[in-house]
T-cell receptor, first 116, second 110 residues
Framework: GAVVSQHPSRVICKSGTSVKIECRSL??????MFWYRQFPKQSLMLMAT?????????EQGVEKDKFLINHASLTLSTLTVTSAHPEDSSFYIC????????????FGNGTRLTVT | GQSLEQPSEVTAVEGAIVQINCTYQ??????LSWYQQHDGGAPTFLSY????GLEETGRFSSFLSRSDSYGYLLLQELQMKDSASYFC???????????FGGGTRVLVKP
């Protein structure tokens, strides 16, 4: 089955620093990847759609200059949280479709970001 | 806007049957998906309905009524390992992003 790998699984950083999260599709090519954010015991909120070779599409209310997304190849998308603040602490999860447009989303294992 | 409503929590005993309802209001509808998420883990795909009717996958089944904007996930022969959060999600167009419901936390007791 389709596998999505996300790294790191956990990261702790200081306020004001930047953190990069990688999302890779291991056995398939993903022209589109989706980045979600999840607070404890809450739902997954879509942040942005990452498109290979073009700019990401951000959801309303998500600061594109703060959450930089780069989809450099068909198997890699990165999310960089710039100038992180404690309120950015959250669980970030990427996902991609491993097949046709009606195929299910496969999720990475998520990144637990803690900003101190 | 888009909204998906599902109960916040359900408790049941091992061996029981649980039905998690999901009603949705979205501008456009392509299909209804269900995902399971254990605490601290990633969501995993359970089931998908694009057409009305019941889809059965082992102990889990999912139902959709497009005319009623309603679906449900049925968990049968509950096991302790089924304790998790379950999310319904809607895709408005083919290949499009998914909008998730608030999630239903299922607690299975011995």
């Amino acid at each position: 089955g389709a596998v999505v790998s996300q790294h790191p699984s956990r990261v702790i950083c200081k306020s004001g620093t930047s953190v990069k999260i990688e999302c890779r599709s291991l056995d398939f090519q993903a022209t589109t990847m989706f980045w979600y954010r999840q607070f404890p015991k809450q739902s997954l909120m879509l942040m942005a759609t990452s498109n290979e070779g073009s700019k990401a599409t951000y959801e309303q209310g998500v600061e594109k200059d703060k959450f930089l997304i780069n989809h450099a190849s068909l198997t890699l998308s990165t999310l960089t949280v710039t100038s992180a603040h404690p309120e950015d602490s959250s669980f970030y999860i990427c996902s991609a479709r491993g097949g046709p447009s009606d195929s299910p989303l496969h999720f990475g294992n998520g990144t637990r970001l803690t900003v101190t | 806007g888009q909204s998906l409503e599902q109960p916040s929590e359900v408790t049941a005993v091992e061996g029981a049957i649980v039905q998690i309802n999901c009603t949705y209001q979205t501008s456009g509808f392509y299909g209804l998906s269900w995902y399971q998420q254990h605490d601290g883990g990633a969501p995993t795909f359970l089931s998908y309905n694009a057409l009305d009717g019941l889809e059965e996958t082992g102990r889990f089944s999912s139902f959709l009524s497009r005319s009623d904007s309603y679906g449900y996930l049925l968990l049968q022969e509950l096991q302790m390992k089924d304790s998790a959060s379950y999310f319904c999600a809607v895709a408005r167009t083919a290949g499009n992003k998914l909008t998730f419901g608030g999630g239903t936390r299922v607690l299975v007791k011995p």
